[in-house]
């Protein structure tokens, strides 16, 4: 099974896969709505003060802002990277990136806390569409090995400044703007990518399989990933025996028990258990996971530290960031160089360690800690270890999909992110609470005690750090390289051959 070479990826009057000049075009648009997707998941957070103040959220309801995207992008990621490689991933990809352009309307219009939470619920919902359906296209337009790492590092390079650059922006405009335009900014780069991307990329579809869906499994996924996403942030401001917590979490986990017996007697499953027998492709995913945990928790925690200790303003905040994103492009380009020779297994392990000791540095933070001989050194060391780790765990999570399983291989990825981060961001915001209020009750002022579960959450989030890359080390097999892909492959598969190594 493959995409049909009538409709390949690189649209009417190309060379056939791989080789049409358009794909780095199409890379650069497909990659920019990524940046685009990757920045609102961060830009919201310095801008939450001002949300509350102008449309009056109480506490507990301004949550929703960010957690109504993390619940709707999550639980539908899965849905929407197999409707994508079943019914056309330009197709699904245009989609999403206007449904993503209509709720950021919709939420830089915002006029009361309702109308913001449901459009970023939407919000979260085109990112389900979009985004794996991007990725897959990207791994079909780029079959030749050494094209597909460097294309891939350009993908994750931008995604991960994104996720910089998020902070950044939304200082700059919520101080000399509004909080509004957060939101509208996204707009002009939606209607690029939507009048640029059908001249650029034709459909592709799996071929010779179903066009059915696989209505159980899509709502036992969904409903799963939803539940325990909507359980995992409910711990960051409930004890994690409050049924607010225990009973999503349960009914979660009972769906997607359910899912896997269901999709293993399914005739056109959603997710082939086959899927998961490929070594690679699964330690890859997980040690996505447990970087993930330790990544969001830092974003969050950290912002937290350098507006509510150090007293940094929005502006300030942002600014700090920035050399993060320095280090973000060293990691990449080091890491897409190496790969190659050093192969994936070893780029990963090396580059999580770096990681996890720059995030075990940041554990020292005080009171009056100083940005350059505290805070910059730790920056550098995580952005250049989280940055290198990025594109080869994005090969190997990648690695030896088939064709017809493109979108669902990027959005299984995407998934873990989630799903990891937001358990890494649960697990540590109740370690820094929970560490805070000992520290008070002890008779620590209000800046020591959040300093001192700031601190704890950081460590916590080294030792996650330090587990991807055992992970890694264990399961990654040895030096993993992509291969060219034929235009009829034998097994269907995007080819992945695998070197020996001692």
Do not use: C
């Not at 493959?2 to 648009?29: N, Q, T, Y």
């Not at 922006?169 to 990518?193: D, H, L, T, Y």
């Not at 995407?414 to 820094?432: D, E, K, R, Y």
């Not at 080294?462 to 235009?487: S, T, W």
Request: overall charge neutral.
């Amino acid at each position: 099974m493959a995409v049909r070479e009538d409709e390949s990826v690189m649209g009417e009057g190309g060379d056939g896969l791989g080789v049409d000049p358009r794909r780095w075009k199409a890379l650069f648009v497909l990659a920019l709505v990524q940046f685009m997707i990757i920045i609102d998941i961060t830009v919201v957070n310095v801008a939450l003060p001002s949300i509350q103040r102008s449309l009056h959220f109480t506490g507990d309801s301004l949550a929703w802002v960010v957690d109504g995207y993390a619940l709707m992008a999550g639980g539908l990621l899965l849905f929407g990277g197999r409707v994508g490689d079943l019914f056309g991933r330009k197709r699904l990809f245009l989609i999403g990136t206007a449904v993503f352009a209509v709720a950021s309307f919709t939420s830089g219009a915002a006029q009361n806390h309702t109308m913001l939470v449901v459009s970023r619920f939407a919000q979260g919902a085109g990112e389900a569409l979009a985004s794996p359906a991007a990725l897959a296209l990207v791994v079909l337009l780029f079959t030749e090995p050494s094209e597909r790492t460097r294309a891939l590092g350009i993908w994750s390079g931008l995604a991960g400044l994104g996720g910089t650059m998020g902070v950044l922006i939304s200082g700059v405009i919520v101080n000399f703007v509004s909080w509004r335009w957060i939101f509208f900014v996204n707009i002009p780069i939606a209607i690029v990518a939507i009048a640029l991307i059908p001249g650029l990329v034709s459909e592709s579809r799996a071929e010779g399989t179903s066009r059915r869906i696989d209505v159980p499994g899509a709502v036992l996924v969904t409903g799963g990933v939803l539940a325990l996403i909507d359980g995992f942030l409910a711990a960051s401001h409930h004890s994690w025996g409050n049924p607010a917590v225990v009973w999503p979490l349960v009914i979660g986990a009972a769906a997607l028990v359910a899912m896997v017996v269901i999709e293993s007697r399914a005739r056109d499953p959603l997710i082939p258990i086959t899927f998961f027998a490929n070594r690679t492709r699964v330690s890859a995913n997980v040690a996505t996971a447990v970087m993930a945990s330790g990544m969001f928790g830092m974003f969050f925690l950290l912002t937290l530290y350098l507006q509510q200790v150090l007293h940094y303003s929005p502006l300030k905040t942002g600014v700090a960031y920035a050399p993060f994103g320095l280090g973000m492009v060293a990691g990449i380009m080091v890491s897409t160089k190496v790969l190659a020779r050093v192969g994936a297994k070893g780029v990963t392990t090396v580059a999580l360690a770096i990681a996890g000791f720059g995030m075990f540095l940041l554990g020292g933070v005080t009171t009056h800690g100083s940005y350059v001989a505290n805070l910059l050194p730790t920056i550098l060391l995580l952005s250049f270890g989280m940055g290198a780790a990025f594109p080869a765990l994005q090969i190997a999570a990648m690695h030896e999909v088939s064709a017809e399983n493109a979108g669902l291989g990027s959005a299984v990825q995407n998934t873990v992110v989630q799903i990891g981060g937001s358990l890494g961001l649960a697990v540590l915001v109740t370690l820094a609470l929970r560490r805070a209020a000992s520290s008070a009750a002890s008779g620590a002022s209000v800046a020591v005690a959040a300093t001192n579960g700031y601190a704890l959450a950081f460590r916590g989030a080294a030792f996650a750090m330090f587990a991807a890359a055992v992970v890694a080390f264990l399961l990654v097999p040895g030096r993993p390289r992509v291969v060219a892909m034929g235009p009829e492959p034998a097994d269907g598969a995007l080819e992945v051959e695998r070197l020996s190594s001692p």
